[in-house]
């Protein structure tokens, strides 16, 4: 079983700046799938950013030249850069690790954008 734990979320103004980390109980590396999605109340989890094996990354269009995922195999760790966030970016962010055999999900961070 993988445990993943998000972390980095909280309140910030729009226009700010936030990193999630995602830290894995077992090695990313043989992960197929590294993601993250995310959950605004009363609207479905959606998919925000994703890496499927070593192909470029893919993003929301909506988030696109703002958001950054990458991963770190050394310390598994996945990440998520958020910049030029807005209110519309405000929901609870759940790291997602894929292989042929399981799917892993995090507990879930909240961000929130707000002045």
């Known amino acids: 079983q993988v445990q993943l734990v998000e972390s980095g979320g909280g309140l910030v103004q729009p226009g700010g700046s936030l990193r999630l980390s995602c830290a894995s109980s077992?090695?990313?590396?043989?992960?197929?799938?590294m993601a993250w999605y995310r959950q605004a109340p009363g609207k479905q989890r959606e998919l925000v950013a994703s890496?499927?094996?070593?192909?470029?990354?893919n993003y929301l269009d909506s988030v696109k030249g703002r958001f950054t995922i990458s991963g770190d195999n050394a310390k598994n760790m996945v990440y998520l850069q958020m910049n030029s966030l807005k209110a519309e970016d405000t929901a609870v962010y759940y790291c997602?690790?894929?292989?042929?055999?399981?799917?892993?999900w995090g507990q879930g961070t909240q961000v929130t954008v707000s002045s």
């Open positions: 997602n690790l894929r292989n042929p055999f399981n799917t892993y």
């Open positions: 077992r090695s990313i590396f043989s992960m197929t799938v």
């Open positions: 890496i499927i094996g070593g192909d470029s990354p």
